[in-house]
């Protein structure tokens, strides 16, 4: 045990290491990463197209107070838990499409002692399994932001009055300034694109040559994944949770933005915004 745990220590370091070095991949070529999730029976595509819409809250009360913010996913598991103060610029996000979380995962947010959760709408409907859930995230509204997005009428997103509803309560008011964005072209990401069922998808990360590739490190809980912020020049983690269903589709991808960080998310949740590439 003590063996694994300093290993994994110098693994982080290595890699925090390599990622200031500004060296992405490693030197592990892509075609063996390719034939690699092939050999483990995944679908392989040469990257994706999306042109995302957002619902953003921007508070610019300086005075507001700052909030706990929960990135719940739809699976019920909380991807981050951050604080978040808001003021001009900061903004909280949930995509443009409507999300639901089952009622059995949802319970153990919507029961708490301490009011519930803001972000998933618990109403008491019998025929319904699901209820609606605002998956929230922070951003910077900078330049780049509103050079890439443009506002549209926030009465052609689905997502958009669930999320006031969830800004409302959060931030315990009626009235909560909220804005809805379109990417005004599509954009091409040309990274590779991994698509299996989630236990395949744990024994191809499990490689060791696949977490090089992807400055990653796995085990039997999860993944995390290294990047480094524009404009930052040390390294952040993201962290990632096994789903409990083996069969469950998620897609393996590299997100462009801010930094570049591989991620994991429902084939469902994908498909919602962006189109595969050619499958190889």
């Known amino acids: 045990m003590v063996t694994a745990m300093k290993w994994l220590g110098l693994k982080v370091i290595m890699i925090r290491i390599r990622l200031l070095c500004g060296k992405k991949r490693a030197g592990v070529p892509r075609q ?37 913010v929960e990135t719940i996913m739809p699976d019920g598991h909380v991807e981050t838990q951050i604080k978040f103060k808001p003021k001009k610029g900061r903004a909280l996000v949930t995509f443009g499409h409507l999300q639901h ?42 330049e780049r932001f509103y050079n890439t997005y443009a506002e549209i009428d926030e009465s052609t997103v689905d997502a958009c009055g ?23 072209q599509a954009q091409v990401n040309p990274e590779l694109v991994f698509v299996g069922p989630r236990d395949l998808m744990e024994a191809f990360l499990f490689d060791a040559d696949t977490q090089k590739y992807f400055s990653m490190a796995a085990n039997q809980h999860g993944f995390k ?56």
């Open 225 to 280: 994944t290294w990047s480094i912020p524009k404009g930052k020049w040390f390294p952040r983690v993201k962290n990632f949770l096994w789903g409990t269903v083996m069969d469950d589709q998620v897609v393996l991808f590299t997100r462009e933005g801010n930094s570049s960080m591989t991620v994991m998310v429902s084939k469902e949740q994908f498909l919602r915004e962006k189109q595969f590439g050619e499958k190889l």
């Open 32 to 68: 063996f990463i390719i034939e690699r999730a092939q050999g483990k029976e995944l679908e392989v595509y040469h990257g994706f197209t999306e042109q995302p819409i957002r619902c953003i809250c921007e508070i610019e009360d300086n005075d507001a107070k700052e909030k706990t």
């Open 162 to 184: 669930t999320f006031r509803e969830s800004m409302s309560k959060l931030f315990s008011s009626a009235e909560v300034p909220i804005r809805c964005y379109k990417m005004k």
């Open 101 to 142: 979380i089952p009622k059995e995962l949802a319970s153990k947010f919507v029961r708490r002692a301490d009011g519930g959760c803001p972000f998933i709408h618990d109403e008491n409907t019998a025929d319904s399994k699901v209820y609606r859930l605002s998956q929230t995230w922070t951003m910077n509204l900078n």
